[in-house]
């Protein structure tokens, strides 16, 4: 019975983790794309832009993953 009790206690715990793990990745990247999102293309010249578009499109699939 106390194993029980012990290994519902990690898994809990680990379902904790994982969630503020998450809740952090999400707040990273909800942060780049507001910032992102105040430049226009027309402010950066060359590999710059495809980049940008790069870490817009991984931060937006992170948030959907």
């Known amino acids: 019975m106390e194993d029980r009790r012990a290994e519902k206690s990690c898994e809990q715990a ?3 983790l994982k969630r ?3 809740e952090m ?3 990273h990247c909800t942060e ?3 910032s992102l999102g ?3 293309m027309a402010d950066f010249t060359g590999p710059c832009p495809l980049e ?3 870490i ?3 931060s ?3 948030r959907i993953a």
């Open 14 to 16: 680990c379902e904790s």
């Open 20 to 22: 503020q793990d998450y």
């Open 25 to 27: 990745a999400l707040k």
């Open 32 to 34: 780049a794309l507001l």
């Open 38 to 40: 105040q430049y226009s």
């Open 52 to 54: 940008i578009e790069r």
């Open 56 to 58: 817009k499109i991984e």
């Open 60 to 62: 937006l699939l992170y």
